[in-house]
RNA sequence: GGCCCUAUCGUCUAGUCUGGUCCAGGACACGGGCUUUUCAAGCCUGGAACUCGGGUUCGAAUCCCGAUAGGGCUACCA
């Protein structure tokens, strides 16, 4: 963040705050259109104001109701609640009176597009080009606002011409509905994406038209692909969808994504905290803390938030998570799934890690069943004697078999055997005795190893190696 | 091209408004080490940035000007 002395200051003494995200369900929800969201949500609630979903769907042809339901259910699972639910689409009449309202005044007029360059063209993006259109009425002035991240900003609206604001009086098009439903529903902030400074001056122009006074506007800085462009589908933009299936968790995501253009004030002598609630952001955030360049998102650091928030998940929580991530052959209500919880926690960064560990070539794959393995693999690599694996194993085998099958844990399996791994060499009594349960290089700690087979498995495999042993 | 926005480690950033405490701090990632039955974790540790050029000043990452670079907008998309 820079410096700035023109910055205004957040006038919150306005009576109530309203906010919204707006966007058109062209495309699924993914993270620049997210953190967009979240800071409009964020300032809303801060504010004890409002925050309103805005469904912009003017544009028939590229608006499908897939999308809709899908920005609806990704701001659902991320914890984002609006107030008020609004669809373009079905206001039509609202805008047909401002369009008759504007051009009863004189601020629009309808367009003879028949000699224009787009008609001579013979093209528009989207749909046909038509013999008449709505334009605004330029006045042609210099306009000017004061953003609360980048201070004052002023433009000369002459270049703009008589920009289009609908093609026909049932077919308003961004400008004006955008402009009128801001007014509409009384909006006092619009927070939104820096992609927008541009369309601002033309949007004043109306909302003067229309005899309002602009509300404040806030553009926060773009979300980049690693190229450094504007986050979009085809530079590698993922979709909240994409995110909860590789199995990242709300929260984590939430805190992340706030720190992504924003910053708490440091607190001098205490270290920078970076794990916040969305309730502890709410607290501290700050429009004028927001940064005014774009930032790439990184998915590094995002797993390691992941991995933290997981950390935290309490064992119950964290079944109900891991559930839809679970290959076939294992229940997350199981009691074996119980025992391995600990573990999977400490190894896996993000839910979807839980399906890959598991399955054949994973870490835990053990845990279904045991792999071939080649008898040397039970020599402890810095004293490779047969003779001292068997009798290690053997020896935990007796240990673990006086232990009943109900006081088989973690604390009374490793109680067994401690005192005998100590006196022989840890490395000795412990490699063969994980290697005999697991075949694999790899793998937790022997004791978790034994206490996630179970007792009867444990034994099993103790015997399948000693006869390995005595094979070879 | 025109208009607008931006510029601190690879990435996210602190510091910039109120110039000295900053030969620039933290986090992620990466390297090394410790611990250790393997892996992971944990702990310690290393490398890594003020875009450039002028100016103002005793002193500039911080203020001013310019250049450069990147981005956005330039639709009968939003």
Redesign the pocket.
Known sequence: ?????D?PKEDTKRATVVTRF???P?GLFHAGSYRTALFAYIFARQNGGRFILRI????K???KKEFEDNIIESLKWLGLEYDEFYR?SERTEIYRESIRKLIDSGHAYVSD?SQ?V??LQGR??????????IRFRNPNKKVAFD?L????????TT??GD??I???ME?????L??VVDDMDMGMTHIIR???????T?RQILIFEALGAKPPIYA?I??L?S?????L?KR?GAVSMTEYRERGYIPDALVN?MA????????TPGE??K?IMSLEEIIQTFSLD?V????????D??????N?QYI?KLGDSEFASYASAFLPDWIAATSPQFGRLIQILR??I?VLGDIKTALSPGG?LAFVHSLPDFHAEMLL?K?DPSKEKARMHLEKVQSLLAAISDDAFTAESIKGAIWDY?EAE???????P??MALTG?????????CAFILGREETLKRIDSSLKKLSAA
């Open positions: 963040m820079s410096p700035n002395t910055r707006a966007p058109s062209t912009e769907d003017t544009d042809e590229r608006s373009q597009e224009s787009d008609k528009t993006s989207s749909g046909q080009a038509r013999s008449s259109v953003d991240i980048r201070g004052r900003i002023e433009f000369d270049e703009l920009f289009v609908a093609k026909s077919e308003p098009v961004f400008h509905v955008n994406g820096e992609d927008h400074i541009s369309n001056p553009h800085p773009l980049l690693t190229d450094r462009s504007k979009s530079h992340f720190l992504l253009g924003w910053h708490p004030a440091p270290p920078e970076e803390r940064q005014k360049s774009g930032a790439i998102f990184d590094a650091k995002l797993n390691w938030f991995k950390s400490e190894k960064s870490e402890w810095k791994a060499g840890k490395g000795d009594v412990l490699w005795f994980r694999q290089e790899r793998s937790p700690d022997p004791v978790m």
